[in-house]
């Protein structure tokens, strides 16, 4: 099973989502995830939520990035998701 569950929002004929796409499957070497597509002309929630936003990228449900999309902020983004998570602070 993949370490990472990546999901990319997206419409068709969006050149900046192709190339979303690409700069995803060049980390493939590095990082080990499974993309899902999400079409948002699919659904008229996300077409309505998104429509202005696309691509988005989410990384297992979190790590979100979105607008100017490049290789830098995607790696980031993969190294925040292997950080173990944060514990809560208590106000006690």
Do not use: W
Not at 62 to 69: C, E, F, K, Q, S
Not at 74 to 79: E, G, M, Q, T, Y
């Amino acid at each position: 099973m993949a370490q990472f569950h990546v999901r990319l929002y997206s419409r068709p004929d969006c050149s900046v989502c192709e190339q979303a796409a690409a700069l995803l499957e060049g980390l493939h070497s590095d990082f080990d995830f499974q993309v899902e597509n999400v079409n948002i002309e699919e659904d008229p929630a996300l077409k309505e939520r998104l429509a202005n936003q696309v691509p988005v990228i989410t990384i297992n449900g979190g790590n979100r990035v979105a607008t100017d999309i490049n290789e830098e902020r995607l790696r980031r983004a993969f190294k925040r998701a292997l950080q173990p998570p944060t514990p809560a602070k208590s106000d006690h």
